[in-house]
């Protein structure tokens, strides 16, 4: 794909071939946002405890061969497999993980060893404790073992200089560990991505204060919250705002002025109350699009001055979904990781039929769940409009119909994003 600029592109859709801002395909959709995205350009230094979930900014090279010395993988005895003449060895001594046996071990001989302790001198192999029989300092191998068996050897998990973390890379439990294992106790990180976020509507009343009828409490507040805590981002909440021009005005000016990304909720439709598409196109460069998608259909995305901004759809499920399918992954390379491909999918067999209309994907709320064989299988939630929030809590995936599928029968088999542990 060639790279228009995002004015281009507002003032003359026709600039590229196939670019249909009225029926905008998911992937396509996906892919016009990733061409206009950078990672924040400064870093800084990290303790390992602060840096779970944030992202690499520099490589990680091993400053030492793992393990540093060859050990025993076993409990059992350590000896020299080739100079074995029969099955009986004397034990000459023991050696512990943190204290090392210094003696030189002969033929014949052995060393009671434990696991992770470094091999002695002279020896090769271990035997494990449950194919010896001991007898005072005498033990006989009831089975030979092959010649170095039971041992980790010095770098046989990582060599010295070897890169074990690329640039680029989120920090996951893991990865802490692993930097620990080598001793870096800090590492250079991209900084926290900073994303303002309101809501848009004259309806919608803040939790704690009664509803009158055509009012709605402001949800999306919650949600958005709760999927940026799990990316681990620095959050400003600008609350709910009425569909007021002045007021919207100045609290996009407002989000723009402060946060690297900005989001915003409801008002990107058509409804005679939308002010934020005017506004929008006043203050920066934006691309409305109607995604061929079930729910999501009205989506935003371009600059405000120096903030890339997102509008989504005020239908609280809508919200979800299109956080999951173009949000995530936008804010997750702007915070440096180097790789963001959508969720993962994968196929089961969806025990209910499905109505389904072809020419749009659809992301049906589903819940996974094995069968009396253990078989994993899925099946949607129920009712399925963007309003119902419950279909969310309910799911535990997304059934993921692309445009080419019409209604399924009962046994199909679908695609599912999972919904649990991610980020
Ligand atoms: P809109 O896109 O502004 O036309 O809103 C579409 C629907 O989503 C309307 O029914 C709104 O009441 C509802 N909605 C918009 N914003 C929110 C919100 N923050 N929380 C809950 N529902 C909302
Ligand atoms: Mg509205």
């Excluded at 259909?297 to 405000?304: D, E, N, Q, S, T």
């Excluded at 209910?352 to 064989?373: N, S, V, W």
């Amino acid at each position: 794909m060639t790279k228009p600029s995002l004015s281009q592109l507002i003032s003359d859709p026709s600039c590229m071939d196939d670019y249909d801002p009225n029926s905008m395909p998911v992937d396509k959709a996906r892919l016009f946002i990733k061409q206009f995205l950078e990672p924040v350009a400064e870093t800084e230094t990290l303790t390992l405890h602060a840096s779970l979930g944030r992202v690499l900014a520099q490589d990680i090279l091993s400053p030492a061969n793992v393990p540093n010395y060859d050990n025993s993988a076993m409990d059992g005895y350590a000896f020299n497999a080739q100079s074995l003449n029969g099955q009986q060895l004397k034990v000459i001594g023991t050696a512990f993980a943190g204290k090392a046996f210094n003696g030189t071990v002969a033929a014949d001989e052995c060393v009671r060893i434990m696991t992770g302790a470094a091999m002695p001198e002279g020896t090769d192999t271990v035997a494990i404790q449950e194919k010896v029989l001991r007898d005072g300092d005498t033990i006989t191998l009831s089975e030979i073992p092959k010649p170095q068996a039971n041992v980790r050897y010095a770098g046989e998990d990582l060599k010295h200089g070897q890169c074990v973390l690329s640039a680029g890379h989120l920090l996951r439990p893991a990865d802490l560990g692993l930097l620990a294992s080598l001793g870096i106790p800090a590492i250079k990180a991209y900084r926290k991505l900073k994303v303002a976020f309101f809501s848009t509507g004259d309806e919608l009343v803040a939790i704690g204060k009664p509803l009158a009828t055509g009012q709605v409490y402001d949800s999306n507040r919650y949600t958005l919250f709760g999927m940026l805590s799990r990316l681990g981002v620095e959050m400003i909440d600008l609350g709910a705002i009425a569909d007021d021009p002045q007021l919207l005005e100045h609290t996009l000016l407002n989000a723009a002025a402060q946060a690297d990304v900005v989001i915003t909720s409801g008002g990107v439709s058509v409804g005679e109350a939308d002010y934020m598409k005017e506004l929008l196109s006043k203050h920066g460069q934006v691309m409305f699009w109607k995604i061929a998608m079930k729910p999501g259909r009205p989506l935003a995305y371009g600059k405000i001055g120096k903030a890339h901004y997102f509008g989504l759809p005020g239908n609280p499920v809508a919200v979800m979904v299109t956080f999951y399918q173009f949000v995530r992954e936008a804010l997750l390379s702007m915070m440096g990781k180097a790789a963001t491909p959508a969720l993962p999918m994968f196929k089961v067999e969806c025990t209910t039929p499905i109505k389904k209309l072809a020419g749009r994907t659809e992301f049906q709320r589903g819940i996974l769940f094995t069968d009396d064989c253990g078989t994993w299988k899925v099946k949607p939630t129920g009712a399925q409009g963007s309003a119902i929030l419950s279909s969310m809590s309910l799911a535990n995936c997304f059934i993921v119909l692309d445009e080419s599928v019409g209604n399924l029968d009962a046994g199909a088999l679908v695609q599912v994003q999972l919904l649990d542990g991610i980020i």
